[in-house]
């Protein structure tokens, strides 16, 4: 760790613009702790916030949220319901601060049909069935032909997650219960693809947003399983980047050489949330950070004589324990030694200086080196220590681009919401870096590829590119200037760094244009 000294001169840098491009992200937050791996209904996968870029509704920012990584299709016969035992939230600070200014809460509930579960007469007596449904077509919502239904609560906080004045979410036609669709189980209970999207956007969700001006406040929320949207080489990448050099370290050539190893056969489930950006942006700055967390409840006492019903094994107690976090890509599985994991998913941004120094003398690097050589030799490793280029990036934001006027350096994924938004089509997957400042690192949509970003950066790329700081021709916000305050930099790939990747294409995965943007989930069983 750094001495003060050192660390308030690091931050006094200004910003490279393009070593912001995500150095901290690798992959998608699956399984990033020790101590999450026994919690996967807790576990964020992925953070995405962007302004929309569905027609019609460009001013607003929508935030996404995915839980219970790497969910098989045909994981029944109970599939992937959110614990109702933990709390989830999304936070922003409108302000600069480090701290959460808006929280918006959700509380999970499973409930069986009719109270007690279907039955069927078996022999002249009702016998409850064991499966989640037991009838084909289902498309409503509260289908008669569930057994399980699964409902939410959404809360929002201001000013202050746990001391903050909590007011419950309603939606359009009264009532504070939203419906969550029940998992693709498969094409016979549910239909083709197209069918289950169908029934999927029946639980999209119109809002009003308590604390918010009457002409903004309306919002969209969905809650429900999606297919994984994170592109990324998986296993090879963290079997030391198990890939040809000639292949990962050019990536004009073979951008989608191992497609087929990314996860797009697995599921997660999102908490979706599209709302108006002057409902969560100040007037006196256009710039938002957001991040996920997950808490849990301080004790739980296991019953060993559960009752009949659902959830009722357990009492929980005490005050919550945040367990997962998660605001830029893969912060945590990549940057952050091994040993403080679980520190970092039980932090908050406003203590984020105690992880300084696994930004400013990053291991990545060296990592990559032996990845590429079979061995350390320091060939391809950056010396411009302390990597100031990654620091400014880490805790401020990018000046000119999503940096808020003023800044308590902290880790989240910062938005400009005065920068509009592209249409899918016009959107470069490399974001910043490839010249579209409405993508990472200034906020992250479904497109951006944060893996090939992040290794180019980590590399110090942007440091040297054509050797100036604005080399790449970024377009800024008018009135503004991206600086570059890298230190001497040796990067002997030279251009080569600017292609490094995982050989996996972000832009090929499949999305929605619309709300929530995230593609229909796989499922179960095919007719």
């Known amino acids: 760790m750094f001495k003060r000294n050192t660390i308030k001169s690091v931050l006094k840098v200004g910003v490279l613009a393009t070593a912001v491009i995500g150095t901290l992200a690798m992959a998608s937050s699956h399984r990033e702790g020790p101590a999450i791996t026994t919690s996967p209904k807790v576990d964020a996968t992925d953070f995405y916030m962007f302004r929309s870029y569905e027609t019609g509704r460009e001013n607003f920012v929508t935030l996404i949220a995915n839980y219970i990584p790497l969910q098989d299709p045909y994981g029944g016969p109970n599939y992937f319901n959110m614990d109702a035992n933990a709390l989830y939230e999304i936070h922003l600070d409108n302000n600069?601060?480090?701290?959460?200014?808006?929280?918006?809460?959700?509380?999970?509930?499973?409930?069986?049909?009719?109270?007690?579960?279907?039955?069927l007469p078996i022999n002249g007596?009702?016998?409850?069935?064991?499966?989640?449904?037991?009838?084909?077509?289902v498309s409503n919502v509260r289908d008669a032909r569930l057994n399980v239904a699964e409902t939410y609560n959404m809360t929002v906080v201001r000013n202050g997650r746990r001391a903050g004045a909590a007011t419950p979410v309603t939606k359009t036609g009264g009532g504070a219960t939203l419906e969550k669709p029940v998992d693709y189980i498969g094409e016979k209970t549910l239909g083709n693809a197209a069918a289950y999207e169908s029934y999927a956007q029946k639980h999209i969700h119109t809002v009003t947003i308590p604390g918010c001006a009457a002409d903004v406040a309306q919002a969209k929320v969905f809650v429900g399983q999606r297919q994984d949207g994170f592109g990324v080489n998986l296993g090879p990448i963290f079997d030391l980047v198990n890939a040809p050099a000639a292949v990962i370290t050019n990536r004009d050539q073979f951008k989608n050489a191992a497609a087929a190893n990314s996860i797009q056969d697995k599921n997660i489930t999102t908490i979706a949330l599209e709302i108006h950006k002057d409902c969560v942006a100040t007037a006196a700055d256009p710039v938002i950070g957001g991040w996920t967390t997950a808490s849990l409840r301080q004790s739980r006492i296991m019953n060993g004589k559960p009752p009949a019903g659902l959830q009722t094994n357990e009492k929980t107690g005490g005050a919550w324990v945040q367990v997962s976090r998660l605001g830029q890509p893969l912060v945590n599985e990549v940057v952050i030694g091994l040993?403080?994991?679980?520190?970092?998913?039980?932090?908050?941004?406003?203590?984020?200086?105690?992880?300084?120094?696994?930004?400013?003398?990053?291991?990545?690097?060296?990592?990559i080196d032996i990845a590429l050589n079979g061995a350390?030799?320091?060939?391809?490793?950056?010396?411009?220590?302390p990597r100031t280029d990654l620091v400014t990036v880490f805790l401020t934001g990018i000046t000119g681009v999503n940096k808020p006027r003023t800044v308590t350096p902290s880790e989240m994924l910062r938005l400009n919401t005065a920068i509009a938004p592209k249409p899918y089509a016009a959107q470069s997957e490399l974001g910043v870096l490839g010249g579209d400042t409405a993508g990472f690192p200034n906020g992250r949509r479904p497109k951006d590829d944060v893996v090939d970003v992040a290794l180019q950066a980590m590399l110090g790329a942007l440091c040297v590119a054509n050797g100036t700081g604005n080399a790449l021709g970024l377009n800024t916000v008018p009135g503004t200037t991206?600086?570059?305050?890298?230190?001497?930099?040796?990067?002997?790939?030279?251009?080569?760094?600017?292609?490094i990747h995982d050989a996996v294409d972000q832009a090929a995965v499949p999305f929605l244009t619309r709300f929530?943007?995230?593609?229909?989930?796989n499922a179960g069983a095919k007719n």
């Open 376 to 385: 350390r030799t320091t060939a391809i490793e950056p010396t411009n220590f």
């Open 516 to 521: 929530p943007y995230l593609n229909t989930p």
């Open 339 to 367: 040993k403080d994991k679980d520190v970092f998913n039980a932090s908050k941004p406003e203590s984020d200086t105690q992880f300084l120094s696994y930004v400013a003398t990053p291991t990545l690097p060296a990592l």
């Open 482 to 499: 991206i600086t570059s305050e890298c230190n001497p930099s040796k990067v002997p790939l030279g251009a080569t760094s600017l292609k």
């Open 96 to 119: 600069g601060d480090a701290k959460e200014d808006v929280t918006f809460q959700f509380r999970f509930a499973n409930t069986l049909l009719n109270g007690g579960g279907a039955t």
């Open 125 to 137: 007596t009702a016998v409850a069935i064991p499966l989640v449904q037991f009838g084909t077509g």
